[in-house]
């Protein structure tokens, strides 16, 4: 008995193991995919007819992201090794992001959505983000699920530090005799087990519920509808919440002084090149490196004024990485950035070095508010004029040589956007290029190709009179 206590045991390590690998080769995927998708949902030169696509596979893909915490907990439920990770977040942007992904749930089975929120919710409080959403979407998700005809509704209320929040629908209900069972795994009792699902969500819920040191109660008659209420303590953060910018926050298009840099330390290509494309049409010079040597390296030449370092990376991992830039003296802040925030494996490695975290998939939204905070920034929805003392003048831009111009004008008016992405890479290696090709990538960022076009003729005429002037 005891060997197969041990070869169980054994066995069951070795599968938590391999959720934890797999659910992290599913993110760096999903990673891109989320945050181009909302590049895309933010770019005003996608058509409106496009727009309710990019919404649908952004959604998707937060969904997914939930499905693989489901996961996750399942495997650390088992092993008992759950663990909090404590972070600020905006939380009415917060809960806007739950609403929008569960108002086209609702609509798609004919169902009204209403939330309502207390006017008295504090803009940032400090909780763990991943798990609060967790809670939220599950109780979401079975109340959308097991609700034919009527309506969902989730509630929010904020009184002396605790937020209660409500989710209430208009469903199948819950027998008497099943209330008790409703919390134990694989239990899905009454007309609930012709519903698809592996009946872990509310097992996990309340778990997490208890985890974050809440309460979790529910209120049900068969036939009459359900209603779920989680009490939470959500210490608030007294600072003032960044002005939204008119219209949609989306439209943040820079900010204001002095052109700040940010080195993004990632041993994904496509991560680093999605970062990239979402810092530099905001106003920053990016510097991507694949390793923590090469970002030491490269430190003599840059000092950046903020650095995002993926936690998992072969050799140095973020967390060294972050050591050592500290022990340097280097007082820049750093966000630490991966796919499994909150894993065992992943807290405790770390010391006091770094200055916030962002999880992978990324939100804009999320990264713009950190950038804010780290940089003392205020976001403007017009490009901000560049500050004299630092920014290059125009006349001082080197372009390249008028052939590479012409060849760029040429991809550009055929619309080859990996050419022209391949091509201002090969130029970025000249140092004096890179202010270049920096310019023109915020339009290829954009798929502004009519822009890019435009730029380069007026550089080309430019170049030209240089060159007739040096034939001169």
Not at 155 to 163: E, H, L
């Amino acid at each position: 008995m005891q060997t197969a206590k041990e070869s169980a045991e054994a066995a069951n390590r070795a599968k938590s193991r391999y959720v934890v690998g797999l659910s992290h080769e599913l993110r760096t995927p999903l990673n891109a995919v989320s945050g181009y998708a909302q590049l895309l949902e933010r770019d005003p030169t996608i058509p409106e007819a496009r727009q309710p696509a990019i919404k649908s596979i952004r959604r998707s893909a937060d969904y997914l992201s939930g499905l693989i915490d489901g996961l996750l907990d399942i495997s650390r439920i088992e092993s008992g090794r759950l663990q909090v990770f404590s972070n600020e977040i905006n939380l009415t942007e917060f809960l806007d992001q739950i609403i929008d992904m569960f108002e086209t749930q609702a609509r798609a089975k004919g169902l009204k959505f209403e939330n309502k929120l207390d006017r008295n919710l504090p803009a940032y409080v400090r909780t763990d983000e991943k798990r609060l959403r967790q809670i939220l979407v599950n109780l979401l998700s079975n109340a959308v699920k097991f609700t034919d005809t009527g309506s969902v509704t989730l509630s929010a209320r904020y009184r002396s530090q605790v937020a209660t929040f409500t989710v209430a629908d208009t469903g199948s209900g819950i027998a008497e005799e099943d209330l008790s069972r409703i919390y134990e795994p694989f239990e899905r009792g009454g007309g609930r087990s012709e519903k698809p699902g592996l009946g872990l969500g509310l097992t996990i819920t309340r778990l997490l519920v208890n985890t974050l040191g809440g309460e979790i109660e529910v209120e049900s008659k068969e036939e009459a509808g359900t209603r779920f209420t989680v009490r939470l303590m959500l210490a608030s953060i007294e600072r003032p919440q960044p002005a939204r910018i008119a219209g949609d926050t989306a439209a943040t298009a820079g900010y204001g002084g002095p052109r700040r840099t940010v080195m993004v330390v990632d041993d994904n290509a496509d991560h680093r090149a999605m970062m990239r494309d979402i810092l530099v049409p905001l106003g920053f010079n990016v510097l991507t490196v694949e390793d923590g040597e090469t970002a030491l390296d490269q430190l003599e030449d840059t000092m950046p004024d903020l650095f995002l370092l993926d936690i998992r990376m072969p050799g140095m991992n973020g967390w060294q990485l972050a050591t050592t830039l500290r022990d340097q003296g280097i007082t820049s802040p750093i966000v630490m950035l991966s796919a499994n925030i909150g894993d065992d494996a992943i807290i405790g490695h770390g010391d006091d070095s770094h200055n916030d975290t962002l999880s992978k998939p990324v939100d804009l939204k999320r990264l713009r508010d950190v950038l804010a905070l780290h940089l003392g920034i205020n976001w403007q929805a017009t490009p901000a004029a560049p500050d004299s003392e630092t920014a290059t003048p125009p006349q001082s831009l080197q372009s390249p040589p008028k052939s590479d111009i012409v060849e760029l004008i040429r991809l550009g008016e055929i619309g080859y956007h990996r050419g022209i992405r391949d091509k201002l890479a090969a130029l970025s290696a000249d140092e004096a290029y890179q202010p270049f090709v920096s310019e023109a990538t915020t339009f290829v960022t954009r798929f502004d190709m009519d822009g890019l076009v435009g730029y380069l003729k007026s550089l080309k005429s430019g170049t030209a009179g240089k060159d007739a002037e040096n034939n001169g």
